[in-house]
């Protein structure tokens, strides 16, 4: 508020200085200047209105506070400056350009001129020190466009169009007395009206879109959704919601994932968590809703704002950063119970249950050589299975059955065929 309060003072002085010059010189472009001045001292006034109403508490019939109030009396100030300054300066431009009017002592409206000048550019060096510690790396432009607070953009702005308007007033003053003809002038507070009027228009456009709702800065949002998906009762937001009730009133409202199995009360403690951190690590974020839901990717609407926000605020590399729903990140409980094995009935994979899939098997639990319940039992060095004959497993050899060779063995094809020859008849 600093710099509104010395674009106050510079613009009640300067308003004064150039209806004293208007009155001595009849100057057109004076004029103009001087009605410009006093709608700049009037604006200046209202945001310093805006600024102590909206500081009032809450109440029931506005439960979000009064913080717009600031965007409505910004939203008055272009409103003022197209009408009071822009149309005034364009009606007295066309009428000096109608009926001309020699310009009387120039000289003093040099002088005011250049006073106003100093007094300008005293109020826009103000403005300029305390948008400097609140844009960082932006462009004027930028920070212009996405300013929360009104005051500043409003003070930048007529003070860039009062030292621009200085300039045609000049111009037009000194051409009238040069060449004689006080169209100049007029033409002087034409340039003016101009001017005016395209800073009207922008302090319109931003204050409105103030008035409706805008969402936090990118910046934020990010912290906003690191600040949620952080820490031990870590959720994964589904979607994320953001509106500005004021410039340091920020309302936060989102849908995080959830266990189906989770009960409220872990639901209600993660939540609470959630909010401490978000409030942390923005504290104009003072009102917090969030919404636990169980996460079904298939029905993300990827076009919804809210989505889209979320995707953009998670940094490359995390999850959902890509363009497809990831799956949900869900509070870090202790892992569900692992099934159970149908032939035991230790859960698989536990160390009750070494030999279970998954597991290496332990000494303490190797299978006897020559046992038939092992299929994977691999072949004893002492006996290793023939190329064409595979060995049988899981047919015990009998003990008192004497082994013989492949060549007094019976043929698979005739295993009832005698073994001596029948004489001939």
Do not use: C
């Not at 004689?180 to 005016?196: F, Q």
């Not at 998670?314 to 950063?321: L, Q």
């Not at 509070?331 to 597991?359: I, L, M, Q, R």
């Amino acid at each position: 508020m600093k710099a509104v309060f010395a674009a106050f003072a510079a613009n009640l002085g300067i308003a004064v200085a150039k209806f004293v010059a208007f009155l001595l010189t009849g100057s057109a472009s004076m004029l103009a200047e001087a009605v410009h001045s006093v709608a700049d001292t009037g604006n200046e006034l209202l945001l310093i209105i805006g600024r102590g109403r909206s500081n009032r508490p809450r109440s029931e019939e506005h439960p979000f506070g009064f913080g717009r109030e600031r965007y409505f009396y910004g939203f008055v100030v272009s409103v003022m400056l197209f009408t009071v300054g822009a149309t005034f300066s364009v009606y007295d431009g066309v009428h000096k350009i109608l009926t001309p009017e020699p310009v009387h002592s120039p000289w003093v409206d040099y002088g005011v001129l250049a006073l106003s000048a100093v007094l300008e550019g005293f109020s826009l060096r103000t403005g300029v020190r305390e948008a400097n510690r609140m844009r960082g790396g932006r462009n004027w432009a930028s920070f212009i466009r996405h300013a929360k607070a009104p005051e500043l953009p409003v003070v930048l702005l007529e003070d860039t169009a009062a030292l621009i308007g200085l300039v045609f007033a000049f111009a037009g003053v000194a051409l009238s007395a040069l060449t004689g003809d006080g169209r100049w002038d007029g033409a002087g507070s034409l340039g003016i009206g101009a001017l005016l009027a395209v800073a009207a228009a922008i302090v319109a456009v931003e204050t409105k879109s103030l008035l409706i709702g805008e969402s936090a800065s990118t910046d934020m949002q990010r912290m906003i959704l690191a600040a949620l998906e952080e820490g031990r009762g870590i959720m994964q937001v589904i979607h994320l919601r953001t509106v500005h009730v004021g410039p340091d009133s920020l309302l936060v409202a989102g849908k995080i994932a959830v266990r189906e199995t989770d009960s409220a009360a872990q639901v209600a403690a993660d939540i609470n968590a959630a909010e401490n951190r978000v409030r942390t690590a923005v504290p104009i974020a003072t009102t917090i809703y969030l919404e636990p839901d169980i996460y079904r990717p298939a029905l993300a609407d990827q076009a919804d704002p809210s989505i889209r926000a979320v995707l953009r605020s998670r940094s490359p590399g995390s999850p959902g950063s890509s363009s497809a729903p990831s799956s949900p990140r869900l509070p870090h409980h202790d892992p569900p119970t692992a099934p159970k094995s149908p032939d035991n009935p230790s859960p698989v994979g536990t160390p009750e249950n070494p030999s279970a899939p998954g597991n290496p098997s332990t000494p303490d639990n190797n299978s006897a050589p020559g046992n038939p319940s092992t299929p994977d039992k691999p072949s004893t060095p002492d006996k290793p299975s023939t190329p064409d004959k595979p060995s049988t497993p899981d047919k015990p050899s009998t003990p008192d059955k004497l082994s013989v060779s492949d060549s007094e063995q019976p043929s698979p094809s005739a295993p009832d065929r005698p073994t001596q020859h029948q004489p001939p008849t």
